[in-house]
Structure formats: structure tokens, C-alpha cells
């Protein structure tokens, strides 16, 4: 048996990931699932991180490099992040694909929900507990459901 540098790479990534669901704050947790290979937006010298990622939250192994985090999100407990996803074609062949997550600044996910194929979940949004997400999400909306749906419009006021 061979073992190349993906194989050992993704040995890697699981250990990290195994780590990081060790009981530890929430706000601390990202550091270890950024070794694992997420990655977390860099930051404006003014700005300060804040990341909460909540117990139990699965980050793909596969190809944890394809997820993308912005500054300021909430991924709460139970939730789950796949960057890899089956289709099934017109002969009734399975076919496996792969495509990028990318959460955007001041994201709130609620508990449970499941994150699949590639999306884009805009600056702002919120999505409800136990939803799944299977398509972009725009900037300040809500959306809830299984598959998730539109809810309604977050209203920005400048103060």
C-alpha cells in the first residue's frame, strides 16, 4: 500500500478536527480546526477576530481546504460543513463532486444545520436551526427550512 502526501494530509486534517472537539471555549476552537486546513479570513490591523464555533461541528476531512470563514460568525452546535456531495445522472450512475463553502462576515448558523455543495452565505446572514443549505444564501437574510428557504430581509440601520 502507498501512501502519498493527500493520504497523510487527510490523516492530519482528521486528527486536528478530532482535537478540536475536545470540551474547550468555543472562541478557541477555531485555532484548531485552522491547522486541520479551514480557512479563516485574514484580519484589518483595527479589526478584531471573533470566531465561536460550538461543540460537535463537523468541518469535511475530505477537503477541509475548500472551507472559507469569515470574521465574526456563529457555526453553534451539532452543525455540519461538507465540501463533497453525490449527484446521481441520467443512467443511474452516482457521481461524486466537490466545491467550495465560503461564509462571509457577521454569519449566524443556528443549531444542527447541514451545509452541502458549494455555496456562498452572504455577509450578515442567518440561518435557523436544523436547516439545510443547499444553495447561496445573499447578504442579511434570513432563511430557515429543509431544503432552506427565504424567510425575510434583515434590516441595517446605520447608527
Given at each position: 500500500?502507498?501512501?502519498g502526501?493527500?493520504?497523510?494530509r487527510?490523516?492530519?486534517?482528521?486528527?486536528?478536527?478530532?482535537?478540536?472537539?475536545?470540551?474547550?471555549?468555543?472562541?478557541?476552537?477555531?485555532?484548531?480546526?485552522?491547522?486541520?486546513?479551514?480557512?479563516?479570513?485574514?484580519?484589518a490591523t483595527?479589526?478584531?477576530?471573533?470566531?465561536?464555533i460550538?461543540?460537535?461541528?463537523?468541518?469535511?476531512?475530505a477537503?477541509?481546504?475548500?472551507?472559507?470563514?469569515?470574521?465574526?460568525?456563529?457555526?453553534?452546535?451539532?452543525?455540519?460543513?461538507?465540501?463533497?456531495?453525490?449527484?446521481?445522472d441520467?443512467?443511474?450512475?452516482?457521481?461524486?463532486?466537490?466545491?467550495?463553502?465560503?461564509?462571509?462576515?457577521?454569519?449566524?448558523?443556528?443549531?444542527?444545520?447541514?451545509?452541502?455543495?458549494?455555496?456562498?452565505?452572504?455577509?450578515?446572514?442567518?440561518?435557523?436551526?436544523?436547516?439545510?443549505?443547499?444553495?447561496?444564501?445573499?447578504?442579511?437574510?434570513?432563511?430557515?427550512?429543509?431544503?432552506?428557504?427565504?424567510?425575510?430581509?434583515?434590516?441595517?440601520?446605520?447608527?
Amino acid at each position: 500500500m502507498k501512501i502519498g502526501f493527500k493520504s497523510v494530509r487527510q490523516i492530519i486534517s482528521y486528527l486536528w478536527m478530532m482535537v478540536a472537539n475536545l470540551p474547550m471555549s468555543g472562541t478557541f476552537r477555531w485555532r484548531f480546526i485552522k491547522l486541520a486546513g479551514v480557512k479563516f479570513s485574514t484580519l484589518a490591523t483595527s479589526e478584531k477576530r471573533f470566531v465561536f464555533i460550538g461543540k460537535d461541528v463537523v468541518f469535511d476531512t475530505a477537503r477541509p481546504w475548500l472551507i472559507e470563514i469569515g470574521n465574526n460568525v456563529h457555526i453553534t452546535t451539532g452543525s455540519l460543513l461538507l465540501t463533497h456531495y453525490m449527484e446521481i445522472d441520467s443512467n443511474g450512475w452516482i457521481e461524486w463532486h466537490s466545491g467550495s463553502i465560503k461564509i462571509e462576515d457577521n454569519v449566524f448558523i443556528g443549531a444542527k444545520t447541514i451545509i452541502t455543495k458549494p455555496v456562498t452565505i452572504g455577509q450578515g446572514a442567518v440561518i435557523g436551526a436544523g436547516s439545510v443549505v443547499t444553495k447561496d444564501i445573499p447578504p442579511y437574510e434570513i432563511w430557515a427550512g429543509v431544503p432552506a428557504r427565504f424567510i425575510k430581509k434583515i434590516n441595517i440601520q446605520e447608527a
